[in-house]
């Protein structure tokens, strides 16, 4: 679950998830909703199509290097603030906090890639744009 993420002006620590700097109790500002680990590893497998974790990971970072930017309307966190202290999934990026900035059909080009190298490499949990795979 996205859990809240405060700033800190004390100097002890730039950032955390208390209300409050844990050292010195100073206010922390409000920064935000930020995804755990797990939340991020799903948004990397819905946004690539592959799995977060493996032996292609270092390989399709390179080849995805400099196709994506993050998402301007949730600012690059994948949730948006509503007013009434909860969030919700950030409805440009689908909660990926990224965008592709080319065309789907270079996205396509660079993931089949990954997979001719690294054929596992398939997020389980998505199916391929040819129908192989898991079910959506």
């Known amino acids: 679950m996205p859990w809240k993420s405060w700033?800190?002006?004390c100097g002890h620590y730039p950032s955390g998830r208390a209300p409050a700097c844990r050292d010195c109790s100073e206010p922390g500002i409000f920064d935000g909703w930020s995804g755990?680990?797990?939340?991020l590893m799903c948004a990397y497998?819905?946004?690539?199509?592959?799995?977060?974790?493996g032996p292609?990971?270092?390989y399709a970072d390179e080849v995805f290097?400099?196709?994506t930017r993050p998402c301007p309307r949730c600012g690059g966190r994948g949730y948006i603030a509503c007013g009434d202290d909860s969030f919700r999934a950030c409805p440009r990026c689908d909660g990926c906090a990224m965008i592709f900035v080319v065309l789907p059909e270079e996205v396509e080009t660079l993931r089949r890639?990954?997979?001719t190298r690294f054929p596992g490499a398939a997020s389980?949990?998505?199916?391929?744009?040819?129908?192989?795979?898991?079910a959506q």
């Open 7 to 9: 700033i800190y002006h």
């Open 36 to 39: 755990s680990v797990t939340e």
């Open 45 to 53: 497998a819905r946004f690539y199509r592959l799995a977060p974790l």
């Open 56 to 58: 292609h990971r270092t």
């Open 65 to 67: 290097e400099g196709t």
């Open 113 to 115: 890639a990954v997979l």
């Open 124 to 134: 389980p949990r998505v199916s391929s744009s040819n129908g192989e795979g898991v």
